[in-house]
């Protein structure tokens, strides 16, 4: 199994249902490093940014996992975006170190999957919500991988939620996150 690193941007894990039993599922999977940067950090000056490029160059995977709030992610993950993905590190001349990484976002949200789609309420896809994060991967040169989302947090069921947080320990896992079309024309 890869080596993964989960950059966990929840500002109140303790008071969080859905994030919490997808980080429970897999705690314990000795390839797995989970960085809590609300416990970590108050503050984008408290980043402790050599720290933070040392975690990702020692992993395979790199995954943003948080609860979707205002059609984003909490403050805290951009401020650490900022300061941890620099030049010289992430991109540029000198950077690049993020090549071979494998990028993943998973986040959970308060609506139903159908809400997210042209023509429902939302008037707007995840896909299309999470382009900037799509981009930022590509552009420090990382593989941007499929999203693994949980819909609907303050009506899934425990047992639907359960069934959500195997998936999500499976996918980490799996070691092909290979979603393309040519892998299975390729067969």
């Known amino acids: 199994m890869k080596k993964t690193l989960i950059i966990l941007a929840h500002p109140d894990f303790e008071n969080s249902r859905l994030n919490k039993v997808l980080i429970d599922n897999i705690k314990n999977d000795k390839n797995i490093t989970i960085n809590d940067i609300y416990s970590k950090y108050s503050s984008f000056k408290d980043i402790n940014v050599k720290e933070e490029q040392k975690l990702l160059l020692e992993h395979d995977r790199i995954i943003f996992q948080f609860p979707f709030y205002w059609f ?7 401020d650490w975006q900022d300061k941890v993905l620099e030049y010289g590190f992430a991109y540029g001349s000198e950077g690049g170190k993020l090549l071979t990484k494998e990028f993943k976002i998973v986040t959970t949200m308060g609506s139903p999957e159908f809400a997210y789609q042209s023509g429902s309420y939302m008037q707007v896809s995840m896909n299309e919500l999470l382009k900037p994060f799509e ?4 552009f420090t040169r990382m593989t941007y991988t499929m999203p ?5 947090a303050l009506k899934i069921t425990d047992k639907e939620l359960e069934k959500k947080a195997n998936e999500y320990k499976n996918l980490l896992q799996n070691d092909d ?3 393309s079309l040519s892998k299975y024309l390729n067969s």
């Open 148 to 152: 693994f989302y949980v819909y609907k």
């Open 72 to 78: 984003s992610s909490p403050g805290l993950l951009k």
């Open 135 to 138: 981009t930022m991967a590509k």
């Open 177 to 179: 996150w290979n979603l």
